[in-house]
């Protein structure tokens, strides 16, 4: 009986041994493997985008828009993003194409008067008290009447106005204006409108004058209201609602520098 009991211990130190034995192999085989796979893992990240994922920037990054071209004026003081597709107008720029979007900046001493319409000294200083109480103040250029608003930018005020038609009966324009003062400096942002795509993906709100302008597509000025409207609905046609809406995401990421 005891030799039984003594043959039956055996077996079983001996299995416990083997699985023993088994795990201690598992263990040296599977640690070399994890430390070879975070070398690797660690080999694949180059220095600089560990110290770009160290530094923070990446998380800074929390939409598309914050890798538009950027715009930067330093003598200003002023800075924004802007899409990519729209074009800023700069040196040996031109609009040439009626189905593009482009964005000028233009920026003058208060006061100054390049062109007729522009506001003389008295004139942008009567703008400048306006706005500082939250009133829209004066606007040369043939701003359409129902677009005339007040835009929050930054810590300033600034006039939002659209401009759909200038001297002549016949003409068409598609601009959104967005002026305001800062540093001694009036700053104006235009974006020009695709004046042929806004004609043909929108035609409900033009006429023709075949008397005063032939074949030529002029606006309904009594269904304008209607046309401005739509845009504030969301529901103009994409390439104009588009040109639309640009504009306000410009005007969301202007940056004025401390002074």
Known sequence: ????????????LAGAGYIWWQNSQTVKTTEPDQQIQQEVSEEQI???EQEFNDSGQAKAIEDESDLWPFYNNPAVGISFNHPPDIILLEDGVVMDDAEQIYLEVEIKN???????????????????????GGEFGLAHGFPFENSQQVKSVGFLFAQDYMVLARFEVCDVALERKLRFYFNNKQITLTLFGPEDTLTKTMSKYFTVDPDN????KMW??????????????GTASPEVQKW????????????????
């Open 46 to 48: 180059s220095p600089e």
């Open 110 to 132: 208060i006061g100054e008067q390049v062109e007729p319409i522009d506001f003389d000294y008295d004139e942008a200083m009567e703008n400048i008290q306006d706005l500082s």
């Open 213 to 216: 302008c032939g074949d030529y």
């Open 244 to 259: 639309f809406d640009s504009f306000d995401d410009i005007a969301e990421k202007i940056i004025f520098a401390h002074r």
């Open 1 to 12: 009986m005891k030799t039984i009991f003594s043959l039956f211990l055996l077996v079983v």
């Open 220 to 233: 309904d000025f009594d269904k304008q209201a209607d046309f401005y409207q739509e845009l504030l609905d």
